[in-house]
């Protein structure tokens, strides 16, 4: 069996995929461990797969139980720096941030059988024996999920260098309310989802449409942004915009572009709770 620091590494994405969230995502893993080092393993044939379904099995309970105390405030992914050479995370298993907002349309087994399938690469078999359940009944649940995420599918495109440039001129914009520019740069269908937890209230929680976008994020901008230090970044291996206070992270824009390169989404955390070092 792999060390302790190479089975974290390893099992991190089952549980972030699912729960979206970093500390939980420990508390998880960590807890899986502990029992596991206490558990009379000599029975247990392959100790990695019996601790990734353990992993799948505690996130997914614990996201039902997140999901239940949420109310229906707005609760994006908490991001995750993905241009990093160095990682204790396995960058490469993380999902993008808007496929990760897409899936909260999923029940939570929904969930689990569309990331195993489709992020991991399970057979119905494997996925059957990790959640218990049938494999036609695993077969469902794949169906009920792409149908769900269907009509929704991110407008991911492959990050590339130009990101950096396009992400200088948006912030170029907004310093000057340049509004033509802006009206140039966003889809007609751009939306701000933003997420302030419950420490923040934010001035929108969810905003559409040209117009009133450019209205918030300039208004955003010359009450509260103006004097932070911003940084081009990569988060959930999309473009993103981290806003500074000295050293503070205060507000991390993840952004999502069309094929026509126009952005479609902005999804806005400024949960303290979540914008921790990762």
């Not at 999923?106 to 195993?116: C, G, I, P």
């Not at 912030?171 to 419950?198: C, F, H, P, W």
């Amino acid at each position: 069996m792999d060390d302790i620091e190479t089975l974290t590494k390893k099992l991190f994405p089952y549980a972030y995929n699912i729960l979206g969230n970093i500390a939980d995502s420990q508390d998880v893993i960590q807890d899986v461990l502990i029992k596991f080092n206490e558990k009379e393993t000599s029975s247990i044939s392959n100790h990695n797969a019996y601790l990734i379904k353990s992993v799948i099995n505690q996130a997914i309970n614990l996201k039902k139980k997140n999901d239940r105390e949420r109310n229906q405030r707005i609760s994006l992914p908490e991001p995750i720096i993905t241009n990093q050479g160095e990682s204790k995370i396995e960058i490469e298993e993380i999902l993008n941030y808007s496929m990760l907002v897409l899936l909260e349309v999923l029940n939570t087994k929904e969930r689990a059988v569309f990331l195993l399938k489709e992020a991991f690469d399970y057979d119905h078999e494997e996925i059957a024996n990790i959640l218990s359940v049938s494999v036609e009944n695993s077969r469902k649940l794949l169906s009920r999920a792409k149908k769900k995420l269907k009509q929704n599918k991110p407008n991911v495109v492959t990050t590339t260098s130009r990101d950096r440039i396009y992400l200088g001129k948006y912030i170029e914009a907004i310093r000057n309310r340049d509004v033509i520019t802006l009206e140039q740069m966003l889809s007609e269908e751009v939306k701000v989802l933003a997420d302030g937890g419950t420490k923040v209230n934010v001035v929108a929680q969810l905003t559409s449409g040209i117009n009133d976008t450019i209205k918030l994020i300039t208004y955003v901008f010359e009450h509260y942004q103006k004097d932070f230090r911003i940084e081009i970044d990569k988060i959930n291996h999309q473009p993103a915009l981290l806003f500074y206070d000295d050293t503070l992270l205060m507000n991390c824009q993840v952004f999502e572009l069309n094929k026509d390169g126009k952005i479609i989404n902005i999804f806005s955390v400024v949960d303290p709770d979540k914008l921790l070092p990762n």
